[in-house]
Structures are given as structure tokens and as C-alpha cells.
């Protein structure tokens, strides 16, 4: 399993549930989870996956090649 993420790799919750800001560093709004197969496609779904994180916070995981492709782009492609 080869995890990318964007900008520095973080992110911070406020006990509201919110984001919180990250200081210096700059929070991840994408990540990518992938193996060996890379970026196969099945159907019109990728076998990657890309978490992604909303500036409030919000978080959702979609396997979907607009997703995969746009997360891909900002966090740097998988193997």
C-alpha cells in the first residue's frame, strides 16, 4: 500500500470537529491510497482511492477517475 499526500502531509481538528488551522504548515487536502496495481481502471472506477478533505473539515473517499485523477495531480502519482 503507497499512501501520497499533498501540501505537508497534516491535518488538525478542533474538539468541535472542525479543521483547525496547522500553524506554519500547510494541511493535506488530498490523499491517495493505491498498491501495486496503480491507477487500473474498473469500469469507471480507479482501484486507487482519494480521501478528500474540505477546508472545514469534511472528509469523503471516492474511487471515481475525475477524484482519482484531480487527488493524483495535487499529492503526486502511485507506483
Known amino acids: 500500500m503507497t499512501v501520497k499526500t499533498d501540501n505537508n502531509g497534516i491535518e488538525m481538528y ?3 470537529g472542525f479543521a483547525s488551522p496547522a500553524g506554519a504548515k500547510t494541511p493535506s ?11 487500473q481502471m474498473v469500469g469507471t472506477n480507479s482501484v486507487e482511492r482519494a480521501v478528500l ?4 473539515g ?4 471516492s474511487a471515481t477517475s ?3 485523477n484531480a487527488a ?7 507506483p
Open 58 to 61: 469534511r472528509i469523503r473517499v
Open 29 to 39: 487536502r488530498n490523499i491517495l491510497l493505491c498498491d501495486i496495481r496503480g491507477n
Open 53 to 56: 478533505i474540505t477546508a472545514s
Open 72 to 78: 493524483a495531480a495535487a499529492a503526486g502519482a502511485c
Open 14 to 16: 478542533l474538539a468541535s
Open 66 to 68: 475525475t477524484d482519482v
